[in-house]
């Protein structure tokens, strides 16, 4: 499969303790986003990488929030002491490489991450 | 701060009719403006996209259009079938994407 992929597809925390969810995106996208979702809502964005710079964070995102990628390739988004509030989908997607016309631009999703803080 | 408005947040339409679907968009320097499906439990798929240098884009039985000056832009799906039940995202981005709210389309048999 060379798709966006992200694991685990599915993690049940208590509240107060530490989560990391990791994206391994398309191989030739140098551009990677995270995403959250709720029910009944749109993908809420979080922040993005080109490369391994990360480029824009949400305000929205927490001091809690951290993100890495560290070799341009996979990322990591790390959720420190988990409220109830965090309970989520949060999805990845990638874009970019070596296209010069709207190509370049269209992002592609992983499956997602579902969190429920208990 | 940037977003983008959808309209309506339900729509049902007799299988074989055409199905609309309106956004606008805050942020002037947008410039990319695609459409994902979502189905239950699945991840959101691109369905079209259109850049701003471009007023019109047409794929089969779907079709978006776009008005820079006012910040409008559609999606128009012709000759509806079951299988276009889903939930219907409209986007903008100037560097990230920002979603609209979404879109719930039932296609009454």
């Known amino acids: ?118 | 701060g940037e977003n983008v408005e959808q309209h309506p947040s339900t729509l049902s339409v007799q299988e074989g009719d055409s199905a609309v679907i309106k956004c606008t968009y805050s942020d002037s320097a947008s410039n990319y403006f695609p459409w994902y499906k979502q189905e239950l439990g699945k991840r959101p798929q691109l369905i079209i996209d259109i850049r701003s240098n471009v007023g019109e884009k047409k794929d089969q039985r779907i079709a978006v259009t776009l008005n820079k000056t006012a910040k409008h832009f559609s999606l128009h799906i012709t000759e509806t079938q079951p299988e276009d039940s889903a939930v219907y995202f409209c986007a903008a981005s100037a560097s990230k994407i920002i979603f609209g709210s979404g879109t719930r389309l039932s296609i009454r048999p």
Not at chain 1, 2 to 26: E, Y
Not at chain 1, 31 to 38: A, E, H, M
Not at chain 1, 69 to 77: E, I, N, W
């Open chain 1, 1 to 118: 499969d060379t798709g966006v992929s992200q694991n685990p597809r599915h993690k049940i925390t208590k509240r107060g303790q530490n989560v990391t969810f990791r994206c391994d995106p398309i191989s030739e996208h140098n551009r990677l986003y995270w995403y959250r979702q709720t029910l009944g809502q749109g993908p809420e964005f979080l922040t993005y990488f080109q490369n391994e710079a990360q480029l824009e964070k949400s305000r929205l995102l927490s001091d809690r929030f951290s993100a890495e990628r560290p070799k341009g390739s996979f990322s990591t988004l790390e959720i420190q002491r988990t409220e109830q509030g965090d309970s989520a989908m949060y999805l990845c997607a990638s874009s970019g490489g070596l296209f010069r016309d709207s190509r370049e631009y269209e992002q592609y999703f992983g499956p997602g991450t579902r969190l429920t803080v208990t």
